[in-house]
Structure formats: C-alpha cells, structure tokens
C-alpha cells in the first residue's frame, strides 16, 4: 500500500521546524514536566533543560503534529564565549 511517501499525520501542513536542523530561540516558559518552552512562527518546542529567559541554540530531535521537542547545543550566556582567546601560558 503506497501513499506517495506521505504520513497521514502530516494533514497539518507543513511545520517550521525539521528534525536535527539548528534553531536559535528564546526560552518563554516551562513546561509542566519542567522543559522550556520556545516558538518558532507559533509552533510550540519543547526544550530539554531550558530556563525561561534563556536564549540558546537548539537542535530539533522530533516533530509532531502539534510540538516538536529539541535540545540545548549552545545555550552559553554571550559574555561568556569570549573566554577561549585568552592563552596566556608562561
């Protein structure tokens, strides 16, 4: 039984969002399980160990019809990267 390579679960249009691609967000809210909560174009993502203010990079693990869930690959403070071009070693 072909359907054309398309899930039925994807009757609700196309997301904004793919699987392991890289996305910089802003962490709004936690969830009840304690996830952050992000956007992207209103499409809700649930970020593994995020803190509400926090901007970070994430990667996307698994789309849904309704939210995708993601994790935290970069979610250092800017200030903070600037710390590697100090070698000073004597």
């Given amino acids: ?7 039925r679960n994807d009757s609700f249009g196309p997301k904004p969002v793919e ?6 967000v802003q962490i709004t ?8 909560i992000a ?10 160990d ?8 994430i990667r996307i693990t698994q789309v849904g019809n309704r939210f995708a869930t993601a ?5 250092q ?3 903070s990267i600037t ?3 100090s070698d000073q070693s004597s």
């Fill in 83 to 85: 710390g590697e071009a």
């Fill in 77 to 79: 403070p800017k200030e």
């Fill in 50 to 57: 995020g803190k509400v203010g926090q901007n970070a990079k």
């Fill in 1 to 7: 039984m072909s359907d054309g390579g398309f899930r």
């Fill in 29 to 36: 809210e936690i969830s009840r399980k304690g996830e952050g």
């Fill in 19 to 24: 699987t392991g691609k890289e996305y910089d």
């Fill in 71 to 75: 994790e935290i690959i970069d979610g």
């Fill in 39 to 48: 956007r992207i174009q209103g499409f809700v993502i649930f970020v593994k």
